[in-house]
């Protein structure tokens, strides 16, 4: 069977327009089913075990944790459903992962205020966070900038305003919910003509990314469990060569990086 190419220059001609010329609007419609999402997950959080992969099924678990200690890093594909049903989310598509490191002799409270350093986040997750800043707290609860460079096929760039509420349950113990508040992508970054999209029409590679850490100190050291759950465009038909690798795979990817970067630095501290 003979294939059909696309020719050099056209290819290119896409990539530098496909992605401004397939800008998506986000819909109260899928925001509403977005929230949903987000209230059923976290009551099934709440009627979990602390960690995640504690509710895994012998022998996996044990597995798990072994592996875990051996320097590994676990990660898996969540999909939460409401009384036996997918959630449908129109308009949109919902990316839930979770994943989890261990790093031994950490306590609790050096990997929370790892965690709280928004200042120093863009010298410790570069090249993913480009700029970060703490902008206000009061108690347990953070108001932080921060900048997100993602690459896959495309560059996607993203100034992103953030809440986190951190909570030590327990002596052992700790969690923390971080929400996106405003996401807006941004053109042309680092240069004079720099300059951000309207928020909710853009391309709709980031449009909610929800973020969930719990910390347990166990076993000679701390687990980290990282829990996200993302909200991106759909994808298009005839642009999922373009569009497809970085709305699908980019928040598993971001969130590895994310948990040994974590483990990286607290190890070096």
């Not at 709440?46 to 890093?73: H, Q, T, Y």
């Amino acid at each position: 069977m003979q294939r059909t190419c696309m020719p050099i220059p056209v290819v290119v001609l896409s990539l530098l327009t496909a992605p401004a010329a397939v800008a998506a609007d986000l819909q109260p419609r899928t925001v509403t089913a977005f929230d949903r999402y987000v209230r059923v997950s976290e009551a099934q959080m709440s009627a979990d075990p602390f960690l995640r992969i504690d509710g895994l099924r012998e022998p996996d678990r044990a597995a798990r944790l072994a592996e875990l200690k051996r320097g590994d890093v676990w990660i898996d594909r969540v999909v939460t459903q409401e009384s036996g049903k997918a959630i449908d989310v129109a308009g949109g598509l919902i990316h839930h992962w979770v994943g989890a490191v261990f790093i031994a002799g950490v306590k609790v409270d050096e990997a929370v205020t790892l965690l709280q350093d928004y200042d120093h986040h863009a010298e410790i997750y570069q090249p993913r966070v480009a700029r970060s800043k703490l902008e206000s707290r009061s108690g347990d609860v953070f108001q932080a900038y921060l900048r997100f460079y993602m690459k896959k096929v495309i560059t996607v760039v993203v100034n992103t305003d953030n809440e986190a509420r951190f909570m030590r349950i327990a002596p052992d113990r700790a969690q923390s919910r971080i929400y996106s508040l405003r996401i807006a992508e941004v053109e042309d970054p680092d240069t004079p003509q720099e300059r951000e999209r309207p928020v909710g029409h853009d391309g709709g590679y980031l449009w909610r990314l929800y973020t969930y850490w719990r910390f347990l100190e166990r076993d000679g050291g701390t687990y980290l469990e990282c829990e996200s759950i993302t909200l991106t465009r759909g994808i298009p038909i005839g642009l999922g060569w373009l569009i497809g690798p970085f709305v699908t795979s980019i928040p598993r990817e971001s969130l590895e990086f994310t948990l040994l970067k974590t483990r990286e630095t607290l190890m070096r501290r």
